[in-house]
Nanobody
Framework: QVQLVESGGGLVQAGGSLRLSCSASGRTFSDYTMGWFRQASGKEREFVAA????????QYTDSVKGRFTISRDNDKNTVQLQMNSLKPEDTAVYYCAARRGTLRSTANDYEYWGQGTQVTVSS
């Protein structure tokens, strides 16, 4: 079992930045590929970014490429999502997720989830 806790959400103006963090506990963190997903009100949960177990490989959805950066610290059991140049359409609840195995961008492929953190971008 892996427990995930997100933090760092909040209200920011368009063009601003936020840094989300996800703290993991329960199992060997470096055994897990980590992902960030988001869910806007009335919409399905969508993939944002993922990072391999070593941290060398990353994947992003097209809408955040060049603006968001995913990283991880296997010594501290954390994964971060640096979000720059935020847009109102980035408003959503952001979830951290973990899975054994390689990078995936489908929510159903992830086994463990955090409770989410709200990000609101005002225009």
């Amino acid at each position: 079992q892996v427990q995930l806790v997100e933090s760092g959400g909040g209200l920011v103006q368009a063009g601003g930045s936020l840094r989300l963090s996800c703290s993991a506990s329960g199992r060997t963190f470096s055994d897990y590929t980590m992902g960030w997903f988001r869910q806007a009100s009335g919409k399905e949960r969508e993939f944002v970014a993922a990072i391999t177990r070593s941290g060398v490989g990353t994947q992003y959805t097209d809408s955040v490429k060049g603006r968001f950066t995913i990283s991880r610290d296997n010594d501290k059991n954390t994964v971060q999502l640096q979000m720059n140049s935020l847009k109102p359409e980035d408003t959503a609840v952001y979830y951290c997720a973990a899975r054994r195995g390689t990078l995936r961008s489908t929510a159903n492929d992830y086994e463990y989830w955090g409770q989410g953190t709200q990000v609101t971008v005002s225009s």
